[in-house]
């Protein structure tokens, strides 16, 4: 039963909601069982009045009860709350034209008035007031009725009315100061997935946003991986003031992050003056080879002319690999998002062998890239724990 009632609850609620929408869409369906559960409990109570009219008005009104269960779970959340606000605003003076002997039925319009404020969504600013006022009047409308039916004096019907009016007054501020809050709330939210995406990849802060602790794997696939290093730059910061040396290398790595916004490719870290992008993790990324040798020419490119507009000898040395690498996010107080493996090493070593301002290839990248690049041999490096390995300069592109 727990599990049904929650399956109920949850109708219509989807990952595109943001949080207070969806505790909206779970208040409409929880009232939907509310109201269903009120009528199955007067069904005996209509067969011992022997009143069929009354019986026919119950499976009415159980019928617009699913209608809006069905609304919202094809996530028709307008016309669900329109039909259950009508559902109170028709229902009770009917129940009044039928049953007129039934004493304070007529109250029921006060809570429902208020049924308004809480299920609709922020972007309903005209319906939810319209509906409530339209409840107050029939509401008016109703103690008019009874009072002259039951001779109540003038005093104690405008007593009830103004009663009314207060908790409609009551129930805009109420939801005016609510819808602001949330505003605040989806803001500082948002602030909050800016900051994290401006570290990690979305991969890693979806899963981080559904509940999911560090350390966890985000990818485990063939990519390619390139390590850039600034040559000399720790000379030069000998030499430069340290503002003046942060402003620098930011702008030569937002440089580098615009080009590789350009590719849909996400920076894996900064370290130092280094600089480390991966195609094809934590994302598939088909073509991953000459995304990253097209990222890495432009990235020279733009070192050279950043070295004549800051007057500094810039040069870049850029190392290619491709291969299997995992990657995942770790750290308990600060967390990252890495990625590691033999490809990543290698990538590396490509780097540390390279030669400032040229790119360097692993054969196993200059064998995967594309006929255009313009590859030339550099013969065999000797690398640390691999031996004499064969590497390739990527030169640019065939002109068409």
């Known amino acids: 039963m727990t599990a049904l009632l929650h399956k109920i609850q949850n109708l219509g609620v989807h990952d595109g909601l943001d949080t207070f929408d969806a505790k909206r869409v779970r208040l409409l369906n929880s009232l939907c069982v509310l109201g269903l559960s009120a009528c199955l409990a007067v069904i005996p109570w209509v067969f011992i009045q022997d009143n069929l009219n009354g019986l026919w008005g119950n499976l009415l009104s159980q019928a617009t009860i699913g209608g809006v269960c069905w609304l919202q779970h094809r996530r028709q959340y307008r016309a669900a709350a329109i039909i259950l606000s009508l559902v109170g605003l028709v229902g009770v003076p009917i129940q009044m034209v039928m049953f007129p002997d039934t004493w304070g039925i007529h109250f029921w319009l006060l809570p429902l008035s208020l049924l308004p404020q809480v299920?609709?969504?922020?972007?309903?600013?005209?319906?939810?007031?319209?509906?409530?006022?339209?409840?107050?009047?029939?509401?008016?409308?109703?103690?008019?009725?009874?009072?002259?039916?039951?001779?109540?004096?003038?005093?104690?019907?405008?007593?009830?009315?103004?009663?009314?009016?207060?908790?409609?007054?009551?129930?805009?501020?109420?939801?005016?100061?609510?819808?602001?809050?949330?505003?605040?709330?989806?803001?500082?939210?948002e602030r909050a997935d800016t900051i994290l995406l401006m570290t990690l990849p979305r991969a890693?802060?979806?899963?981080?946003?559904?509940?999911?602790?560090?350390?966890?794997?985000?990818?485990?696939?063939?990519?390619?991986?390139?390590?850039?290093?600034?040559?000399?730059?720790?000379?030069?910061?000998?030499?430069?003031r340290p503002h003046e040396l942060i402003r620098i290398l930011d702008e030569i790595f937002h440089e580098y992050d615009q080009l590789a916004d350009g590719l849909g490719l996400e920076k894996i870290k900064t370290m130092g003056d280094g600089y480390m992008i991966a195609a094809g993790a934590p994302d598939p990324?088909?073509?991953?080879?000459?995304?990253?040798?097209?990222?890495?020419?432009?990235?020279?490119?733009?070192?050279?002319?950043?070295?004549?507009?800051?007057?500094?000898?810039?040069?870049?040395?850029?190392?290619?690999?491709?291969?299997?690498?995992?990657?995942?996010?770790?750290?308990?107080?600060?967390?990252?998002?890495?990625?590691?493996?033999?490809?990543?090493?290698?990538?590396?070593?490509?780097?540390?062998?390279?030669?400032?301002?040229?790119?360097?290839?692993?054969?196993?990248?200059?064998?995967?890239?594309?006929?255009?690049?313009?590859?030339?041999?550099?013969?065999?490096?000797?690398?640390?724990?691999?031996?004499?390995?064969?590497?390739?300069?990527?030169?640019?592109v065939e002109e068409a």
């Open 119 to 189: 299920i609709f969504f922020r972007e309903d600013r005209v319906l939810p007031v319209v509906i409530g006022w339209a409840m107050f009047v029939a509401f008016t409308a109703c103690v008019l009725v009874v009072g002259a039916r039951a001779s109540h004096e003038a005093p104690e019907m405008a007593a009830q009315i103004l009663a009314a009016i207060t908790l409609m007054l009551i129930g805009g501020t109420v939801r005016s100061s609510v819808h602001q809050a949330e505003r605040e709330a989806i803001a500082q939210s």
């Open 204 to 240: 890693a802060v979806d899963q981080l946003k559904r509940g999911q602790e560090p350390p966890f794997e985000v990818s485990n696939d063939e990519c390619t991986v390139m390590m850039a290093d600034i040559v000399g730059f720790t000379k030069m910061a000998e030499a430069i």
């Open 285 to 396: 990324y088909p073509g991953h080879e000459d995304a990253i040798a097209t990222l890495a020419l432009s990235m020279v490119e733009v070192t050279h002319t950043l070295s004549g507009r800051f007057g500094l000898p810039l040069e870049v040395r850029i190392g290619i690999h491709s291969g299997v690498a995992w990657g995942g996010v770790i750290g308990q107080t600060r967390i990252a998002y890495d990625i590691w493996g033999d490809t990543v090493n290698m990538a590396a070593r490509m780097e540390q062998h390279g030669v400032p301002g040229r790119i360097q290839l692993s054969e196993e990248t200059a064998r995967r890239l594309s006929e255009g690049f313009r590859i030339e041999e550099r013969g065999l490096v000797a690398i640390k724990n691999k031996g004499e390995v064969k590497t390739y300069f990527l030169n640019g």
